[in-house]
C-alpha cells in the first residue's frame, strides 16, 4: 500500500516546554521529541549519580476493563497478570502465535478487573487494534485507546525519591519496585509508580496532559538541590543499554521470541493459555537455536544497531544495539548469536564499517545499581 | 560561536590551519556541537596520502558517526594521539583539536576553502 504523506509530528502536552528551554528536538516514532538538552553523557550521569527528568508522554496507554478484564489480559500478555495485586505491575509482552514480539509493555493493576497497559509510542495503533480483537473471545471486557488522557513523565535517579518525597503526600518509601499509589503530585492527581527504564532508583508519574507542565516545572525547581536535569531519548536510550534492557524495534521484534531474547522470566509458563504458548513451550522443551547476548568491545570503536556479527569468517547474526556508555566508559551492545557461541568469555566479531573488531561476550546486565 | 579568522574552512566542517606548507586540520565548533558528547576518533596512519575531500577518518559521538574530510591534498606527517584517549577535548576546544597535520602537496588548494567570516554565514 502506497504510504500517505508524511504524517505531521505528534507533540507531547511538554513540547513547548522543551522547544523554550533549547532542547535539541529529533523525529522519534511519529513524534517531535527532546534528544538532548545539555548533553547526553551530562544528563545520563545525573541519573547515575542525582536525578534526571524525562518526558515520555509519548508512550500508550490502553486500558481493559470489564468483568472478565482479567482473563482478558491474561490472553494477550504472555506475563501472568493473575500474580498482580491491585497497585502492583509487571512488564511483560503482547505476542504474535509465534512467541515474536507485537510489543512490549508494562501492565499495571489499576482494580481487580481494571488494567493500564503501558505501550510503545510507535506502536498504539497496531497494539490497539491487536488486542481489541484477541479480547473478544475472553468474554465481557473492552479495551480503550486512553493514551490522550495521559502525559508520563519519569523521574529517576538514586535522589529522585529526595526530590519527588517534598512534592506528595504518598509515602514514596513504602512505594515497593513494580508497585504504584494514587495521589497528588505538585497538586496534580498522579498515578506513580515505582518503574522506570534507566536501571536506577525511580518513579514514572501519569498525569493528565493540562497538568504536565505544571508537573515538570515544579520537579524541576524541586530537584535544584540535587541538581536534577531534565534528559532526553538519548539519555534513555544509553542509561537503557547499560541496565540491559530491551528496545523494541532494536533487541526484540516480530521476528525474535521471548526466549531468544532471553527474557523467559516474562513467561506465566503456569497459566493456562496465552497467544504465544504453544510455539513457546516447544522452544523451551527443546531449546532455541539463538539468543539475545550481551557484549564488550575489545578492539577501539562502537559497534551499533545493524553492523554484522562474524564467528570467524560466518556472518552469524547483528548487533541489535551498541553505544560507548558514558558511565562504564566502553563500547557495549547487544546481538543474537548461535546458542554454542553465548558463553561469557566467548570471542566474536563486530564488523565495523569495514573494519572487523573484537567482541567479547558479557554477563548482563552491564550496570546494576547498588541496592 | 566565533571562528578564528586564521583558519580556512569546508562545506564539511572541517577547519585547516595552514603554515607554510604544512597544515593542522581539525572540525569546527559547529561540527561539534551538532555531534554532541564525542566517545571516538579513528585517524590514520602516519605517511598517508589524501586528496582534497578525501575521508582520513571517523569521529563518533554517542549518538551518530561522521566521515572526517581533508580540506587539501598531501601525506599525514602527525597524528593526534591524545584524542585516542581523550576525544572529549574536541567538546571542549574544537579549534584547538587538530586531529592531523599534511604536508601540503597542492598549496594552491587553499585558495578554494572558505575564510571564517565565509563559513560563520554558512552555519548561521
Redesign the interface.
Known amino acids: 500500500m502506497e504510504q500517505a504523506a508524511v504524517a505531521p509530528l505528534k507533540k507531547t502536552p511538554l513540547h513547548a516546554r522543551h522547544r523554550a528551554s533549547g532542547a535539541k528536538l529529533v523525529p522519534f516514532g511519529g513524534w517531535d521529541m527532546p534528544v538532548e538538552y545539555s548533553g547526553i553523557v551530562a544528563e545520563h550521569m545525573a541519573v547515575r549519580e542525582r536525578a534526571g527528568i524525562f518526558d515520555v508522554s509519548h508512550m500508550g496507554e490502553i486500558e481493559i476493563a470489564g468483568r472478565h478484564a482479567l482473563e482478558a489480559v491474561q490472553r494477550i500478555s504472555c506475563n501472568d497478570a493473575s500474580k498482580l495485586q491491585v497497585g502492583q505491575a509487571q512488564y511483560s509482552g503482547l505476542l504474535t502465535p509465534c512467541g515474536t514480539f507485537v510489543d512490549d509493555l508494562l501492565v499495571y493493576r489499576l482494580a481487580a478487573s481494571h488494567f493500564l497497559l503501558v505501550v510503545n509510542a510507535s506502536h498504539i495503533a497496531e497494539d490497539y487494534r491487536y488486542i481489541a480483537e484477541h479480547i473478544k473471545p475472553a468474554g465481557d471486557a473492552v479495551a480503550v485507546d486512553a493514551s490522550s488522557r495521559y502525559a508520563l513523565v519519569a523521574v529517576q535517579g538514586p535522589r529522585a525519591l529526595e526530590v519527588l518525597q517534598p512534592l506528595t503526600g504518598v509515602d514514596l518509601s513504602t512505594l515497593k519496585y513494580y508497585w504504584f499509589a494514587h495521589g497528588e503530585v505538585a497538586g496534580v492527581r498522579a498515578t506513580i509508580s515505582r518503574t522506570g527504564y534507566t536501571g536506577e532508583d525511580g518513579f514514572e508519574i501519569l498525569v493528565p496532559p493540562q497538568a504536565a507542565d505544571r508537573l515538570w516545572l515544579a520537579v524541576l525547581e524541586a530537584g535544584r538541590v540535587v541538581d536534577l536535569l531534565p534528559c532526553g531519548l538519548g539519555a534513555r536510550d544509553t542509561l537503557r543499554l547499560e541496565a540491559a534492557m530491551r528496545l523494541h524495534g532494536s533487541d526484540i521484534d516480530e521476528t525474535t521470541t521471548v526466549l531468544e531474547a532471553d527474557l523467559g522470566w516474562i513467561v506465566g509458563w503456569t497459566k493456562p493459555d496465552f497467544i504465544g504458548a504453544e510455539v513457546l513451550r516447544k522452544q523451551k522443551a527443546d531449546g532455541v537455536t539463538r539468543r539475545l547476548v550481551g557484549f564488550e568491545l575489545l578492539d577501539p570503536g562502537i559497534a551499533r544497531h545493524g553492523h554484522d556479527v562474524y564467528v570467524g569468517d560466518a556472518k552469524v547474526g547483528a548487533v541489535t544495539s551498541g553505544t560507548q556508555t558514558p558511565y562504564l566508559k566502553k563500547a557495549i551492545g547487544m546481538a543474537y548469536l548461535p546458542v554454542a557461541q553465548t558463553a561469557v568469555g566467548a570471542e566474536f566479531d563486530v564488523d565495523i564499517r569495514g573494519r572487523r573488531a573484537r567482541a567479547k561476550v558479557v554477563a548482563m546486565p552491564f550496570y546494576k545499581r547498588a541496592k | 560561536m566565533t571562528y578564528p579568522s586564521n583558519l580556512k574552512y569546508t562545506k564539511d566542517h572541517e577547519w585547516i590551519d595552514i603554515s607554510g606548507d604544512r597544515g593542522a586540520v581539525g572540525i569546527t565548533a559547529y561540527a561539534q556541537q551538532q555531534l554532541?558528547?564525542v566517545?571516538?576518533v579513528?585517524l590514520p596512519e602516519v605517511g598517508a596520502s589524501l586528496k582534497a575531500g578525501q575521508s582520513f577518518g571517523?569521529i563518533?559521538?554517542?549518538?551518530a558517526?561522521s566521515e572526517l574530510y581533508s580540506p587539501v591534498s598531501g601525506q599525514v606527517v602527525e597524528v593526534n594521539a591524545a584524542l585516542?584517549t581523550k576525544p572529549e577535548t574536541v567538546n571542549a576546544d574544537p579549534h584547538g583539536s587538530w586531529m592531523i597535520i599534511l604536508a601540503l602537496t597542492n598549496a594552491s588548494e587553499a585558495e578554494t576553502l572558505l575564510d571564517a567570516g565565509q563559513y560563520q554565514d554558512l552555519v548561521k
Not at chain 2, 563518533?60 to 549518538?63: A, D, H, L, M, Q
Open positions: 554532541g558528547d566517545v571516538y579513528e571517523t563518533e559521538s554517542v549518538k558517526v585516542k
